[in-house]
């Protein structure tokens, strides 16, 4: 039996979330529209991932046209001085162009010009990671308000004859802001990899090598829906409980359970291997699919809309995906 590295740990830093804001592009997908394009339909989709649709970015439309439209929504609902603002984090794994940052572009749609920019690519994990970063940067003092945002314009690598593929992915965006507090809500992080396991989600890049094989897909992404699928059932529930427990609590303790809206079908085995009410498990895929960076911020903005979420509940963000990669965060909900 392999011995699993316990990273993480106690992470009690003065972080709490204060402001939200989300955005998708108006385009959107249904199972009957892709049911034109390859041999597929509604009830075989919903049935096998529980998604409806998906929304796609337009043809002009890149990350950071979607990034700065859910800071403009979080600035809107959250009122915020833009120039205290001194850190923004990135997650993608579509950026606009390898560099300059959509970090970058999105500080200078805003004018925040003492803040620290770069984008981060853990893929599905990318969203925790980066708050998991935002946590470390404002332990430090060097920082007090750090934008953290997911986002993704995954139906650009999609391949619409893949029926394996283009039936998950979609567009999305959506934006958190973390800021020092006397009494931090950050509770407990963690953090694993495997990286022999990449072999079974990529999109190949500069290089088209894995340790001496030729990828396929030629840019697009290509999964192995059922190795990955294994994957997370077996390992994510067993990160969950780690994560609890290095902060002394239990499952019985948790409020929400928001884990990366890959397939609904993978979260209810999840819960069920957590012993956790699947209604009480936050998503964001029936209606945007999966938008792997941005899957569970807008997960978390679905539920501030409606009502779902509240001050001081406890939540358990868990990413997963392409590395492959987990991340877990810990945290009392502050808004």
Same mark, same amino acid.
């Given at each position: ?15 709490? $979330? ?7 592009? %108006? ?32 043809? #002009? ?11 403009r929504d979080l600035l809107d609902r959250y009122p915020t001085r833009t120039e205290?603002? +001194? ?31 770069? +984008? ?50 979609? #567009? ?19 953090? %694993? ?14 290089? #088209?090598?894995?340790?001496g094989e030729t990828l396929e897909g030629g840019g697009n992404i290509v999964q ?23 902060? +002394?609590?239990? $499952? ?22 957590? +012993? ?24 978390? #903005? ?31 909900w502050t808004l």
């Open positions: 039996m392999t011995n699993v590295p316990q990273t993480g740990g106690d992470f009690r830093s003065a972080a709490a $979330i204060t402001a939200i804001g989300s955005y998708v592009p %108006e385009s959107r997908l249904t199972n009957d529209d892709l049911s034109r394009l390859v041999d597929t339909n509604d009830e075989w989709i919903v049935r096998r991932t529980g998604i409806r649709e998906r929304r796609v970015a337009g043809k #002009d439309e890149y990350a950071s046209d979607l990034a700065v439209r859910a800071v205290d603002i +001194d850190g923004i984090l990135v997650a993608t794994t579509t950026p606009d162009t390898p560099f300059p940052s959509v970090a970058a572009r999105v500080q200078m749609a805003f004018g925040m010009p003492a803040a620290l920019a770069f +984008d981060m690519n853990a893929a599905c994990a990318g969203f925790v990671s980066a708050l998991q970063t935002a946590g470390g940067l404002l332990l430090t003092g060097a920082y007090r308000k750090i934008l953290v945002i997911g986002v993704e314009t995954l139906t650009k690598i999609t391949d619409y004859a893949d029926r394996s593929t283009c039936i998950l992915f979609g #567009d999305g965006a959506a934006t958190v802001l973390v800021e020092r507090a006397e009494k931090g809500s950050f509770l407990a992080s963690y953090a %694993e990899t495997n990286g022999a396991g990449g072999i079974h989600v990529y999109a190949s890049g500069l290089s #088209d090598r894995w340790n192995n829906g059922r190795e990955v699928y294994k994957w997370a059932v077996s390992t994510v529930p067993g990160g969950v409980r780690r994560l609890l427990t290095s902060a +002394d609590l239990s $499952i019985n303790d948790l409020d929400w359970f928001v884990p990366h809206s890959a397939n609904l079908r993978m979260i209810e085995a999840m819960c069920e291997r957590l +012993d956790f009410p699947y209604e009480r498990a936050l998503h964001s895929a029936t209606w945007y699919g999966n938008t792997s960076s941005a899957s569970i911020p807008l997960a978390l #903005d679905l539920a501030v809309r409606d009502g779902r979420l509240s001050a001081g509940q406890l939540l358990a963000l868990y990413g997963f995906g392409s590395g492959l990669v987990q991340a877990g965060l810990l945290l009392r």
